[in-house]
């Protein structure tokens, strides 16, 4: 009877001390989530940004890797949607908010107000409280022409929509696969509410008679016009302005007609276990700092701005060019929009990735 009294007791304390011992690491992943040294960062900014921009968090957080996952803002969308039950993104920052909507009514992100929300204006950030994305930025619909090619053929600088689809500038055009890019997208929408649905599609399947090719990203039509390629790119403001920059041939053409647009925005995933440090990189991304450098490439930013702080090439008033545009019902009709477009237009996209 004592012999097994002993080995009943012997057996307790192991338990005891092996539970003991199951706490503390339950403890110490505890403590290591909650200050986590690495974030996974899903982006649609342009390559060229990204750096630039991340400086100001790097020096305040040195210790944190940013793990970034960057690509178009289809690309992207539809990565976040495959990963849904398994979501790999801590944070999505500078992706289309019409994008943000959608993974929203998918109920993939986590409300979250970050420090200094307040300072958005109301038309750049969700109306929920607290916010499902904050935007950072807005960029629009805009032409970039060659005039150096477009001269070889004796032909005027397109000013508007109208003048896209006019018989001359026939083989002369790329634009950006809506269901691949943001900027593609948002001119797609745009076209539809400007025109009304029924008028859009006839103005776009007389574009397509104009199409060259439909690209994989916004910034390859503008990039193909300057490097003369073809005479027209339908791309952003700023890689067209960027181009124009480098010296090549090319004029910006914003449409009289007003530019489609959306907002580059961020938002948190909603995750099993949500690593503290996305909601600190939330926070950065709306800061003064971060905020002097989207105003360096993108007119308009989502908080009020200073006089006389918008960038070369772009006009006077910015807000003036873009059309009344309701960027929840683009979310909305966002998957059937690329349905249609697709069974119209896709064989003349290039091939993905």
Not at 88 to 110: F, I, K, P, R, Y
Not at 172 to 183: C, I, K, L
Request: proline share 5%.
């Amino acid at each position: 009877m004592k012999k097994w009294l002993g080995l009943f007791i012997t057996c307790m304390v192991l338990v005891s001390m092996l539970s003991a011992c199951g706490q503390g690491n339950k403890a110490g992943n505890e403590k290591a989530d909650s200050g986590s040294k690495e974030i996974t960062v899903y982006t649609a900014l342009e390559d060229d940004q990204i750096e630039a921009y991340l400086a100001s968090y790097k020096s305040a957080h040195p210790d944190m890797k940013v793990n970034i996952v960057r690509d178009s803002t289809g690309v992207i969308t539809a990565k976040l949607l495959a990963e849904k039950d398994n979501p790999v993104a801590d944070v999505v920052w500078g992706v289309a908010a019409t994008s943000l909507l959608v993974l929203d009514q998918n109920g993939m992100l986590e409300g979250y107000s970050p420090k200094g929300v307040e300072n958005v204006l109301p038309e750049f950030k969700d109306t929920q409280e607290p916010t499902h994305w904050v935007g950072i930025d807005a960029w629009e619909t805009a032409f970039l022409v060659n005039t150096t090619e477009l001269a070889k053929s004796n032909l005027p600088i397109p000013e508007s929509y109208a003048d896209l689809i006019k018989p001359e500038y026939k083989g002369m055009v790329v634009m950006p696969d809506p269901a691949a890019s943001g900027t593609g997208f948002l001119t797609v929408s745009g076209l539809r509410q400007l025109m009304g649905a029924d008028e859009a599609w006839n103005y776009m399947d007389k574009l397509n008679d104009n199409i060259a090719i439909y690209t994989q990203s916004g910034s390859k039509p503008a990039k193909m016009a300057a490097a003369g390629e073809y005479p027209i790119g339908i791309s952003f403001g700023y890689r067209a302005i960027e181009e124009k920059k480098k010296g090549a041939p090319v004029e910006v053409v914003f449409p009289k007609e007003g530019s489609g647009w959306d907002v580059e925005a961020n938002g948190l995933m909603k995750k099993a276990n949500i690593n503290p440090a996305a909601k600190e990189f939330l926070d950065w991304a709306i800061s003064d700092e971060p905020m002097k450098e989207y105003n360096k490439n993108y007119a308009i930013i989502s908080i009020k701005q200073e006089d006389g702080a918008i960038p070369d090439g772009y006009k006077a008033d910015p807000m003036s060019q873009l059309i009344k545009n309701d960027l929840v019902q683009s979310a909305k009709d966002r998957e059937a929009v690329l349905t249609e477009w697709q069974k119209r237009y896709q064989s003349k996209s290039e091939p993905k990735n």
